[in-house]
């Protein structure tokens, strides 16, 4: 979402950090190119005048002048304004009220509206443990209600009955009435959309609030509409008074605009941001985080409870005990990539690591994308049971065989079989025994130092979803003291990151099914 952002503002700031001593007329110059590319990304123009005069207030000061390393100074300045501009801490779904509580998602047609409902019902349901029930309020759209129900059954959430002919009021005094009768913590109205703002659409949603009283009211806005979106959450803010606004489509290639400015111009936090179009691809938003991203600065948190999330702790733990005895076949292989892919592929997993973002060029010039782990899967996938657990078995007429039944090449499976023996090799080190053996170091990593159970470890991934703001924030900090993007690696190994994405050393991640880094590409120092 943020990528022509954060490819500007990276060259824009990365001109100052090389800089000895900044004067007035570098930093006003800078604040010029930021300023245009905040335009550009669809940035509203209030929110882009508010954000250059705070920075260029600050930036100008005494402090900048006398400090060690001025051009980082500018940097740390408009990160802490783009944190302030997103909204200082992360504000999630409030549920502190009395059973049901009641909310109401509102929004233009064709936002999203249904399909976050079903969304959210299955994150309060599997994440907070809440009984919920999801109600459709839209007797307009064809087959809305229809919708609905058929998420709830794809999720396991309740809905309510379809009763022919009640109007949406209607409809919300029975669907609280029956969340009252049936137990659930929550009830969560979908109400119906236009393709534009209009007089009877907002008498309508003021009606409904008026009915059923809900304590939380949320604005689903696309994330691509740039600009208009603004005018559409002013709009809803002013006349039905939302409390909070959950953004779609963050994984399109839009500018951007739209999440900085929405907050800034409503006051209202960003709860939620939609990343995909699966029933899982909704996450809680942190705006250091995404401060981070833009800045080309990793997120290296949402990295590991993304971990947490996929990485299954039995299967890591199992084939921890196979790694420490040496042993990693084609199998094992191909649940490291599949672990990887949940994790969001490459771009996903690269986007979340520091500096890695002004690599995503040279990784396309130099062919190298998400296709080649789908082409290594369909390898293995083409191999019999045998062939897969003992791979020297695969000589030329197996090769040609597998080759055939996979479509690829000779070439394609004698690289697989050489990046497989690397990372067999390295595993083989890593199970040594003794005080000094790598593995042992691993488990005890940077875990061990804040206390949550060997953070690379055996299955050891820390519980984030039980984690304060502020224990997640000392683990940022934690993890960049470790050296992440710094020449330290990610956690890696069983049990954390797949594959042992572990090592930058060399600038790049020796990730699954690329040997030992990403060839041909230059290295960085430390």
Not at 19 to 46: H, K, P, Q, T, Y
Not at 72 to 99: S, Y
Not at 138 to 146: K, L, M, V
Request: glycine share 16%; aromatic share 2%.
């Amino acid at each position: 979402m943020f990528e022509s952002l954060q490819e500007r503002l990276g060259s824009i700031l990365n001109g100052l950090t090389g800089r000895g001593a900044l004067s007035d007329a570098d930093v006003a110059a800078a604040l010029r190119e930021v300023r245009r590319a905040l335009i550009e990304a669809d940035v509203s123009l209030d929110v882009v005048r508010s954000f250059t005069d705070k920075v260029r207030a600050k930036a100008v000061g005494a402090d900048i002048v006398k400090s060690i390393k001025p051009g980082q100074m500018v940097v740390k300045i408009v990160h802490d304004e783009l944190v302030d501009m997103l909204g200082a801490e992360g504000v999630t779904i409030d549920l502190n009220a009395p059973a049901p509580v009641v909310i109401m998602m509102v929004g233009l047609q064709g936002s999203g509206k249904t399909t976050t409902t079903g969304k959210i019902g299955k994150r309060l349901t599997e994440r907070s443990r809440k009984k919920v029930l999801l109600a459709s309020l839209d007797t307009r759209r064809p087959a809305a209600q229809e919708q609905l129900r058929q998420l709830g059954v794809q999720t396991g959430v309740d809905t309510l009955p379809v009763i022919a002919g009640q109007t949406p009021v209607e409809i919300a005094a029975r669907a609280v009435q029956a969340a009252k009768l049936g137990g659930h913590d929550v009830v969560i109205l979908d109400t119906a959309g236009r393709t534009h703002i209009d007089e009877p659409l907002m008498l309508e949603m003021a009606d409904i609030k008026k009915k059923a009283n809900p304590h939380e009211i949320l604005l689903v806005a696309d994330a691509l509409t740039g600009q208009d979106a603004v005018n559409l959450a002013r709009s809803f803010d002013e006349r039905v008074g939302i409390t909070g606004l959950v953004l779609t489509r963050m994984d399109g290639d839009g500018r951007g605009g739209a999440a900085l400015s929405m907050r800034a111009v409503t006051g209202k936090p960003i709860k939620l941001i939609a990343t995909g179009e699966k029933m899982d691809a909704l996450e809680e938003f942190y705006p250091r985080r995404i401060a981070d991203r833009i800045l080309g600065m990793g997120d290296i948190v949402s990295l590991v409870e993304k971990a947490a999330e996929n990485i299954d702790a039995e299967k890591a733990a199992a084939m921890a005990k196979k790694m420490q005895s040496g042993k990693f076949d084609l199998n094992d292989l191909a649940d490291q990539i599949g672990q990887m892919q949940k994790m969001g592929g490459m771009g996903g997993i690269m986007g979340m690591m520091p500096g890695m973002g002004k690599m995503k060029d040279q990784m396309a010039a130099a062919g190298l994308d998400d296709s080649i782990f789908k082409r290594q899967l369909a390898i293995i996938s083409s191999m019999t049971k045998a062939e897969r657990s003992n791979p020297d078995m695969l000589k030329h007429s197996r090769k040609q065989r597998i080759a055939k039944g996979s479509g690829t090449n000779a070439a394609d499976i004698n690289k697989l079989l050489k990046m497989h023996r690397q990372m067999a090799d390295m595993m083989k080190a890593m199970g040594g025994k003794g005080k000094g053996g790598m593995m042992k170091q691993m488990m005890g990593g940077l875990g061990a130092k804040m206390g949550l159970g060997g953070l690379g470890g055996m299955g050891g991934m820390p519980d984030l979803s039980k984690m304060d703001p502020k224990q997640l924030e000392a683990l940022q900090k934690q993890a960049e003291a470790a050296g992440f993007g710094k020449g330290g690696g990610l956690p890696g190994g069983p049990g954390g990151l797949p594959g042992g994405l572990g090592g930058l050393g060399g600038g790049m991640p020796r990730l699954p099914g690329l040997g030992g880094g990403l060839p041909g590409l230059p290295k960085k120092k430390g």
